[in-house]
């Protein structure tokens, strides 16, 4: 459940990061930029997601590693399909 919430937060920062860049663009290259600075913000996310899953709750970086390619590439695929098509 924790692994879809992540997710669902990520793609709804994307959603934020998409909003902000066509309020500062005006347009859908807009968009695609704030896709492309959503990125790298997500992988410190998931990063900063995953230190939590191996110092506080206990894990192997080996259990969350698969956890964090799914956690940070549900939402990076979303973001790099976004740029793909708007820019």
Do not use: C
Not at 1 to 26: D, E, N, Q, R, T
Request: no cysteine; aromatic share 12%; glycine share 10%.
């Amino acid at each position: 459940m924790h692994m879809l919430l992540v997710i669902f937060a990520g793609l709804l920062l994307l959603s934020v990061f998409g909003l902000f860049g066509w309020l500062w663009g005006h347009d859908l290259a807009g968009v695609a930029k704030g896709a492309r600075l959503f990125m790298p913000v997500w992988v410190l996310v998931a990063l900063v997601n995953m230190w939590v899953g191996v110092t506080k709750a206990g894990y192997t970086v080996a259990q969350e590693a698969p956890i964090l390619l799914i956690v940070a590439g549900a939402p990076l695929v979303a973001a790099a399909l976004a740029v793909w098509k708007l820019a």
